[in-house]
Every structure is written in structure tokens, then in C-alpha cells.
């Protein structure tokens, strides 16, 4: 059986954090592909507020491995392999990956999905792109390339932050 892995990403400071904590902290689900029972591996390269409390992690039976040695879309995918393999060797079952802010995930997607080592033992699931809806325009001015490169690759994009939004931030966004 493979490894689900799934790569979270967007900008710092967007909620990917949190929408892993959250998940994390939520308890059993009988719905498809949600099962607590799952052991998660959590592949963190992005060093940010809100660490994860080895309360949590040890209530929702994950393993968390952080790679601060650079990006690993560019930087550093061996350590991606190496992680990921370690993480499925400690009996993950299944494996969130989140990625640098500015991180190319076409070329996370793109390891996972073509390289030798991992092909056979890993099965990618859907990327998700949080965006923080606030300050979703001023980024999107600076650094268009990255948004538009990430929402492509997205089969998921959640617009976070949308309570502190004001009205025409989230129009924006949403367009």
C-alpha cells in the first residue's frame, strides 16, 4: 500500500500552520480519506510561528520532521526524498508536506510523482494553497509569479483569513 502525500503551501504567514494544526487536532472522522487512525507525517520546510506541540502530535499519532536547510523544490530535494522515506519507514500512512512560501510546488509535485526512488512507494494526493485573503493583493503586486505558480498547481485553494478581510480584500482575492 502507498504512502498518501499531500503538499501544503502558500505564502508565509498565509494559515498552512493552522490548517494543519487544526487538522490534526480534530477527532476521528468517519469520512473517506480522513480517518484518525492514519499514522500522519508531517514534513515541515518552513520555519514560521506556531510550532507544534508535542501534545498534539502525539494525540493525533504524527511524526514531524523539519528540513531548514533550504528550499526543497530547489534547494534541498534530496532531503525531501530522505525525509519522506523516513517518515514512511516510521509507518506514516499518510504525509503532509508543507512547503517554503515562495516554493515552486510543480517541482515538488514533479519529484513526487517522477522520481524513481518514490514513485512505487508513494501516491500523491491533492495540493492545497492557502492564501491569506487580507493581504492577498499587496503580495499578489510583488509577487505575482509565485501566486499564479502556486494556484496552478492547487487542487485546493483555501482563502484564509477572511474574517479580517475587508469586503473588497476578499472580492479580490476571490477574483
Known amino acids: 500500500m502507498k504512502t498518501k502525500v499531500s503538499l501544503v503551501t502558500g505564502f508565509l504567514g498565509s494559515g498552512k500552520t493552522t490548517l494543519l494544526r487544526h487538522y490534526l487536532s480534530q477527532p476521528a472522522d468517519p469520512s473517506p480519506g480522513l480517518s484518525r487512525k492514519e499514522k500522519v507525517g508531517l514534513l515541515i520546510n518552513e520555519v514560521g510561528e506556531g510550532d507544534f506541540s508535542p501534545a498534539l502530535l502525539r494525540k493525533a499519532r504524527c511524526t514531524l520532521v523539519e528540513l531548514s536547510q533550504g528550499c526543497i523544490c530547489c534547494q534541498a530535494p534530496n532531503d525531501l526524498v530522505v525525509a519522506l522515506k523516513s517518515l514512511a519507514g516510521k509507518g506514516a500512512t499518510r504525509i503532509f508536506i508543507e512547503s517554503t512560501g515562495i516554493a515552486d510546488p510543480g517541482k515538488i509535485l514533479a519529484l513526487l510523482r517522477e522520481s524513481p526512488t518514490l514513485r512505487g512507494h508513494f501516491a500523491v494526493e ?36 477572511a474574517d479580517v478581510a475587508t469586503r473588497p480584500q476578499l472580492k479580490e482575492a476571490e477574483r
Open 126 to 161: 491533492p495540493t492545497v494553497v492557502v492564501i491569506d485573503a487580507a493581504g492577498f493583493f499587496s503580495l499578489f503586486q510583488t509577487l505575482a509569479f509565485y501566486y499564479v505558480t502556486q494556484i496552478r498547481a492547487a487542487d485546493l485553494v483555501v482563502l484564509n483569513k
